[in-house]
C-alpha cells in the first residue's frame, strides 16, 4: 500500500499515533532537504553533488523502500509558477522521472498541466486531489497521480505529497477488452452471414444437389478457416498489446530463430515456387534481449507476409547483420525506395541486430505505407494469392517490436517489392562486427 493510501487510513486505523509520528518524520525529513537546498531555491543543480542517499537520516529508506513513486513538493507564493520545487523523491520516482537529483525544479521532473494543477490544489487549496498522467513515447504508460497537503514546513513553504500510482495494466486490460469485442463483432460478421447463408440455401432447394452442396461445403469450410484464424490472431494481438509496456526478460538467438522459421514455412515456398534465401551470420553473434516465441512470430510473420505476395519463381531474401545503431539497422537499402520508419525506439542509443526480409512482388505506394501496421488494412488492387490473411499480422508485429524496445521500417519501389526491417537491441550491447554473410538457398522453385 502506498504513502497516500496509509495516510488517509491512518485517522481510522488502530496505529494511527504511530502514523502521525511517520508523517512528522516525514516532515522533518523534507524540512532537513529543504534546508540543504534553501540557497539554490531558484536554480535546479548543474550536476549531482553527491550520491542520492548518502549521509541520508535513516528514515529516508522507508521512504525508498516504497514501490510506488513518491516526491515531495515545497512552494512559497502561489503566482511563483516557477517556484514549485520536489525536496524529497524516492528511488521509484527516481526510475520513472530520471530523476538525478536531492531536490529541483518540479516543471523539469514533470510537465503535465493537470499534475501540475493537482500539486497547486493541496499546495495553496489544502485539499486532495488527484489527476490523470500520461506518460507519452511508445511505451506508453497511464498513472495516477495523488496530490495531498501536508501544512507547511519550518522555513514557511507550504508542503505537499505526491504519488503516482501505475494503471497501465488495468487502462489496458479495458482497452484491450473494448478493441477486441469491437474488432471480432466487426470482422466476423461477414464470414457468419456466408455461412449462414449457405446453410440456409443447403435446407432448402439445394439438398438434393449434390454438386452445389460440395460447392457450398468448400466455400463453408475456407469461411471457418479464416474465423479460426482471425480469432488466433485477435487473442494473439491483446494479449501482446495487455503487457507492452513490460519488457521482456530472456535472450534469444535471432539467428537460430531464423532458421526455424526457415524449416517451417519450407513446404509453403515450394508449393508457392518461392525460394527462401536466409543470408545469416555465425549462431551466437546475433543474441538479442527478448521471448523467443515472440520474436519467432515476428519472423513467421514477415516471412509469410513476404511470401503471399512472391510471384512464382521469384525470392524471397532474409538478411540479418549485428551489431548496429538503431540509424544503421533502419537505414534504406535501396536510395530510390519509399522509406517509412513504422516504430522507433524512444532510446535508440543502443546496439541492435537487424532482420530485413524482401521480396520481388509489386511492391507498395507510397501512400500505404504509413498504415500497413493498422489492424485490418489491405492494400488495395494486390492480390495475395490463395492463403488470404486476416490483416493483423503487421500489426502483430509492430506491438511485439514496441515490447521489446525495438524498432521497425518498410522500403519499397514499385515494381520491384518491399523490404521490413525489424531491430533488436542487443542482449549484451557489446559490438560486434558481422560477418559477410552467404546466402543459402534452402527451397527451389517447383
Not at 512559497?76 to 527516481?94: C, S, Y
Not at 537487424?354 to 489491405?378: C, I, M, Q
Request: glycine fraction near 8%; charged fraction near 20%.
Amino acid at each position: 500500500m502506498g504513502v497516500l493510501a496509509l495516510l488517509v487510513l491512518a485517522p481510522q486505523a488502530p496505529g494511527a499515533v504511530w502514523m502521525a509520528g511517520f508523517l512528522a518524520a516525514l516532515v522533518l525529513a523534507v524540512a532537513w532537504r529543504a534546508g540543504r537546498t534553501a540557497d539554490t531555491a531558484g536554480v535546479a543543480p548543474l550536476a549531482p553533488t553527491r550520491p542520492p542517499h548518502e549521509n541520508a537520516p535513516p528514515y529516508v529508506s522507508i521512504i525508498n523502500a516504497l514501490p510506488d513513486p513518491v516526491l515531495v513538493i515545497a512552494a512559497h507564493e502561489p503566482d511563483d509558477l516557477t517556484g514549485r520545487r520536489f525536496v524529497m523523491v524516492n528511488d521509484a520516482a527516481r526510475d520513472l522521472l530520471r530523476i538525478q537529483y536531492d531536490a529541483g525544479l518540479l516543471v523539469t521532473a514533470i510537465r503535465d498541466p493537470q499534475v501540475l494543477e493537482a500539486v497547486d490544489e493541496a499546495l495553496f487549496g489544502g485539499f486532495d486531489s488527484q489527476a490523470v498522467y500520461e506518460l507519452g513515447g511508445t511505451q506508453a504508460r497511464v498513472l495516477k497521480a495523488f496530490a495531498k497537503p501536508l501544512g507547511t514546513a519550518p522555513d514557511g513553504s507550504r508542503l505537499a505529497l505526491l504519488v503516482l500510482r501505475d494503471e497501465t495494466d488495468i487502462r489496458r486490460a479495458e482497452q484491450t477488452r473494448a478493441d477486441f469485442l469491437a474488432n471480432a463483432s466487426h470482422e466476423l460478421r461477414t464470414p457468419l452471414a456466408s455461412l449462414s447463408g449457405f446453410i440456409e440455401t443447403l435446407r432448402g432447394h439445394a439438398r438434393t444437389d449434390e454438386g452445389a452442396r460440395e460447392k457450398f461445403l468448400t466455400i463453408m469450410s475456407t469461411q471457418a478457416e479464416r474465423m479460426a484464424r482471425l480469432i488466433d490472431d485477435l487473442l494473439s494481438l491483446s494479449r501482446i498489446e495487455l503487457n507492452e509496456h513490460i519488457a521482456p526478460q530472456g535472450e534469444a538467438d535471432l539467428a537460430s530463430a531464423v532458421m526455424d522459421v526457415v524449416d517451417a514455412l519450407g513446404p509453403l515456398a515450394r508449393e508457392r515456387g518461392v525460394t527462401l534465401t536466409p543470408c545469416l551470420p555465425t549462431r551466437g553473434e546475433a543474441l538479442v534481449s527478448g521471448d523467443r516465441d515472440q520474436i519467432v512470430q515476428v519472423v513467421q510473420n514477415l516471412v509469410d507476409n513476404a511470401l503471399k505476395y512472391a510471384p512464382r519463381g521469384s525470392s524471397v531474401t532474409i538478411g540479418l547483420a549485428s551489431g548496429l545503431t538503431a540509424e544503421a539497422a533502419a537505414a534504406p537499402l535501396r536510395p530510390q525506395a519509399a522509406r517509412l520508419s513504422l516504430l522507433t525506439p524512444d532510446h535508440g542509443q543502443g546496439v541492435y541486430a537487424a532482420l530485413r526480409v524482401s521480396d520481388e512482388g509489386l511492391g507498395l505506394k507510397r501512400e500505404h505505407l504509413p498504415r500497413l501496421t493498422e489492424r485490418f488494412y489491405r492494400v488495395e488492387g494486390q492480390k495475395s494469392g490463395e492463403r488470404s490473411g486476416t490483416g493483423l499480422g503487421l500489426a502483430i508485429v509492430k506491438h511485439i517490436m514496441n515490447r521489446h524496445r525495438g524498432g521497425l521500417a518498410v522500403e519499397s519501389v514499385e515494381g520491384e517489392g518491399a523490404t521490413f526491417s525489424a531491430y533488436f537491441p542487443l542482449a549484451h550491447q557489446a559490438v560486434t562486427l558481422p560477418q559477410t554473410p552467404r546466402p543459402e538457398a534452402v527451397t527451389k522453385p517447383s
